[in-house]
C-alpha cells in the first residue's frame, strides 16, 4: 500500500441534520488527484470522482447538486499547527 497525503471517511450531514451521506478521500503521495467516493445526504446519490485535490475540499452532487463539504477536524487543525510552530 502507498503513502497518502491526505486520508479521510467521515459521515456528511444533510441540510436537515441527518447523518445521512459518506464521503471518502484519498489523495496518494505526489498526487494532486483526490479520489472520491460519497453517498449524497440529500438524494442518496453514490458516485466515484476524481477531481483536482483543493483545500478546502467539496464535492457537488451529480444528480442535485448538494455541496459536500469536508469540514477541518479538531485534530487536523492541531497537526497543522504543530507543523508551522
Ligand atoms: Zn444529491
Do not use: Q
Request: with cysteine; net charge positive; proline share 4%.
Amino acid at each position: 500500500m502507498g503513502k497518502f497525503r491526505y486520508v479521510t471517511n467521515r459521515t456528511v450531514t444533510s441540510k436537515a441534520g441527518e447523518d445521512k451521506g459518506r464521503i471518502k478521500v484519498l489523495v496518494k503521495e505526489g498526487s494532486d488527484i483526490a479520489e472520491t467516493d460519497y453517498v449524497c445526504p440529500e438524494c442518496g446519490f453514490s458516485e466515484h470522482v476524481e477531481p483536482e485535490w483543493i483545500r478546502p475540499f467539496s464535492v457537488k452532487c451529480s444528480k442535485c447538486g448538494f455541496l459536500i463539504k469536508i469540514r477541518r477536524l479538531k485534530d487536523e487543525i492541531k497537526r497543522d499547527k504543530k507543523r508551522e510552530g
